[in-house]
């Protein structure tokens, strides 16, 4: 581990994880709009695609993908596209200005909430990003297994205490009581930022 500046590696894997983005928001979102059990899901999906991401670009898998163009672009339009059913999604319940409703939680229902952190995360190219930049400049080649195994661990529970920070945080009683006094506006300001992501994923140019 000597030539693995772990501590680095941790705070840009902080950094990326706890700033505003589609994965973060979409916990916010569900975490006030469904309660902690739900937010919760969500989180653990996402979690989980950030430790598939982090273990294929520790194995070469992000470096192959960036050398593969056509591959990228398949995870780039599919992104794309997911961000855009989240943006409809929103418009559609800022319109209808539906009052909110906490129904109990059943399995079923959780799957579905981890379905869709899960889905989120990887058809997200940031991921793509950010995991092969992270591996490619912070962990040198021909790094051991071990020290390999560390950083994945180490990157994985930051992820984990993040995205269920977010859970946490925003299913508290202040939070789901602002949500449901300004239900519409929420959903609105959800909707243009996922518009926005999904627009600037296809605009966005691979140098």
Known sequence: MTDINLPLILL??????????PATLTIAGTSMESGRRAGLAVAAGVTTGSFMWSVSAAFG???IMLANAWLFEIVRYAGAAYLGWLALKSARSAWLGAKLKLPPIKSRALRGHYAKGLALHLTNPKAILFFGALYSVGVPPGSSVLSLLTVILSVGAS???IFHG?????????M???YI???RGFEAAFAMFFGAAALRILTAKLT
Do not use: D, E
């Open 159 to 161: 992820s984990f205490i």
């Open 12 to 21: 840009a894997a902080v950094l990326a994880g706890a700033s505003p983005g």
């Open 166 to 174: 977010y859970a946490f945080i925003f299913s508290s009683k202040p």
């Open 176 to 178: 789901m009581t602002a």
């Open 181 to 183: 006094r300004a239900k």
């Open 61 to 63: 898998l992000g470096a």
